[in-house]
Structures are given as structure tokens and as C-alpha cells.
């Protein structure tokens, strides 16, 4: 069975960095990897995208995180990353890995990250 294994949130002061990572694990020999991004869910709000990555490298991201994110992927590892710089209270959130394989759209268990004032 696929599936998107997330790893590196955590607590960190407001300007601080964070890196997450997700990869795609279990039996990837037939998945195809289309496009990965990072969802975001704080309490009591809804999902919503901080950025996206296409295979070829295109990259879109949310204007709240323009200038502070970076989102990358390595195709031979079928990961997925976001670098956070310049952290700000209000990026507080599970993140979630999102990835299009095989033409179906699969969830990561989500990363907690908080950041501190």
C-alpha cells in the first residue's frame, strides 16, 4: 500500500526556520508522482494550500508564505519539501502532504508545527 509519510514539525520561536518533508512510501514501483504540494489546517479553520509543486518544478505558492516558503522536490525519492523561514505565530497549523499519484489524490497523517510569539 502507498502512502505519504510526513516528518519534521515541531515548536519553534516566531523568525525561526522549520523543514518538512514527505515522501512517498510502500509499494512505488507502478506509482506515477504527479504534481505535491503542503495544505495547512489551523483550529476551527479550514484546509487550505500553502504550495504546490508539479514534477517539472513549477511552483505556486499561497501569498501569506510568498518570500518565506520554499517548496522543492527530488523525483528519485519521490519527495516532497517545504522550507519555512521567517516563521510567524499565525503560520501555526497541522501541514499536510498532498500528492496526486497515480492520478488519485493522497493525504499525509499530518506534522504539527507551532511557532511561538
Known amino acids: 500500500q502507498v502512502q505519504l509519510v510526513e516528518s519534521g514539525g515541531g515548536l519553534v520561536q516566531a523568525g525561526g526556520s522549520l523543514r518538512l518533508s514527505c515522501a512517498v512510501s510502500?509499494?512505488?514501483?507502478?506509482?506515477?508522482?504527479?504534481?505535491m504540494g503542503w495544505y495547512r489546517q489551523a483550529p476551527g479553520k479550514q484546509r487550505d494550500l500553502v504550495a504546490i509543486?508539479?514534477?517539472?518544478?513549477?511552483?505556486n505558492y499561497a501569498d501569506s508564505v510568498k518570500g518565506r516558503f520554499t517548496i522543492s522536490r527530488d523525483n528519485a525519492k519521490n519527495t516532497v519539501y517545504l522550507q519555512m523561514d521567517s516563521l510567524k505565530p499565525e503560520d501555526t497549523a497541522v501541514y499536510y502532504c498532498?500528492?496526486?499519484?497515480?492520478?488519485?489524490?493522497?493525504w499525509g497523517q499530518g506534522t504539527q508545527v507551532s511557532v511561538s510569539s
Open positions: 509543486i508539479t514534477r517539472g518544478s513549477i511552483t
Open positions: 510502500g509499494s512505488i514501483f507502478s506509482v506515477s508522482v504527479g504534481a
Open positions: 498532498n500528492a496526486n499519484l497515480n492520478g488519485l489524490t493522497r
